[in-house]
């Protein structure tokens, strides 16, 4: 019983700022310049939102700087249960973000960014029927995170920067019980506030002036959530579900993100990266209902797997205020096909986008258009039943404004 609340709730803990189309539920979607190019951003132009890419780099800003965008996504797949198919509804979702940094002196910049690095969304279409709906029909998990970075230039070659994180962190999960008994409709809620923080660090040798590298360490995330399970009165005593406050525990991965770049010509800029995320770390979920002292700790498994993504990047300089940019990245799934779930329907991810952007001496705006195809996985649930995602694809619109005070 307290292991199928354990799945419940799990399930819930994988959802925030929309449906997540990163690897496992990571978002990517940092900046309308920054998804363009594929998140090819870690070692090229510094901008704003490099305190999400690569802090270091804002040590390359003068002034006070500032931008804030938006990317929308929209969304759409299929899962199979038991034989029995669900697609999800054409939803919509927002991920906002904002940037502002300040040059204190010509060795040291500051910088508060905020933006999601996690988040997942949907919901399925007729789920009264379906046997998925047991586990969750509809799910929203948010999370946003706040960085105050300071950066420093250690010499002429390098700059470093180190920040830390505050990941505020909420979700609501819906879910059907019929199995038998008169159908009974619940909710999962909850939300949580935890820490983490970043190091970071770019590279211009001298002896190599077309040559820069990058590279940001993320700590993992440790979430403590208070929420409560709402049962609309009712309760199904063999699997302890009923109407009370609960608590969780979930660990959010860390991760290590490389980039090179190289400029060919004055107007042309190249880079190529990479992104490890300790999925691994992600190997559980912790459960309690706060008003039971015996209740046992309820544990979920995941055996997510350590995953990466390759992304690619280019951006061409038509004349000093018109830039188009084009990224791909393929996307590792760290979802186990032994452990499969509804919350998360698609396997590896290919990724094309492209977008333009537009500056002058004080303001600027940026473009991006992504679109995501996502491999069809086929396997078990943790329970051994038959499984498979298939027809997984995303768009993604990125609006970006700037500005330099």
């Known amino acids: ?5 354990s799945y419940t709730l799990a399930v819930m803990l994988m959802s925030w700022s929309a449906a997540s189309y990163g690897a496992g539920f990571g978002l990517y979607e940092y900046s309308a310049r920054g998804t363009a190019m594929g998140g ?3 070692a090229n132009k510094a901008e704003a939102a490099s305190l999400a890419a690569n ?3 804002i ?3 003068d002034g006070t700087q500032a931008q804030a965008g938006i990317t929308v996504v929209t969304a759409n797949a299929t899962t199979t249960v038991a034989g029995q198919s669900r697609d999800l509804k054409r939803d919509v979702w927002y991920l906002p973000n904002f940037y502002l940094t300040q040059k204190w002196n010509e060795q040291v910049s500051v910088g508060l960014g905020g933006f999601s690095r ?7 279409k007729n789920p009264f029927t379906w046997v998925g709906s047991n586990l969750a029909y509809k799910v929203k998990l948010e999370t946003f995170s706040f960085t105050p970075t300071i950066a420093v230039k250690a010499s002429d070659e390098l700059s470093v920067a180190m920040g830390l994180e505050a990941m505020v962190i909420g979700f609501a999960q819906n879910s059907y019980f019929n199995m038998g008994a008169p159908m009974t409709q619940y909710e999962i809620s909850g939300s949580g506030v935890s820490w983490g923080g970043n190091f970071s660090f770019v ?3 001298e002896w190599a002036e077309k040559w820069s590298l990058g590279a940001l360490y993320r700590s993992k995330v440790k979430q403590k959530l208070n929420g409560r399970i709402d049962a609309n009165g009712n309760s199904i005593p063999a699997f302890n579900i009923h109407g009370a406050d609960a608590e969780g525990a979930i660990t959010l991965p860390d991760s290590i993100s490389v980039g090179v770049a190289f400029r060919p010509t004055e107007d042309l800029t190249l880079e190529a990266g990479i992104v490890g995320t300790f999925w691994s770390a992600y190997d559980q979920i912790l459960i309690q209902y706060k008003d039971s002292e015996t209740s046992p700790v309820i544990r979920n498994q995941k055996k997510y797997k350590d995953v990466y993504r390759l992304n690619l990047g280019a951006e061409y300089n038509l004349n000093p205020n018109w830039a188009v940019r084009a990224g791909y990245v393929f996307d590792k799934s760290p979802i186990n096909e032994h452990a499969m779930d509804t919350l998360v329907p698609v396997d590896d991810r290919h990724i094309g986008s492209m977008g333009f952007g537009y500056k002058n001496e004080i303001w600027s705006v940026d473009f991006a258009y992504a679109h995501i195809f996502a491999r069809d996985l086929s396997g078990t649930s943790n329970s051994h039943v038959p499984m498979k995602y298939n027809d997984g694809k995303s768009d993604m619109f ?3 404004f700037g500005y330099k005070f």
């Open 55 to 57: 802090p270091a780099l």
């Open 203 to 205: 590279y211009r040798p």
């Open 40 to 42: 090819a951003t870690m």
């Open 118 to 124: 996690y988040g997942l969304g949907g919901e399925y």
């Open 398 to 400: 990125g609006l970006t």
């Open 1 to 5: 019983m307290k292991k199928y609340l």
């Open 59 to 61: 040590t390359e800003l």
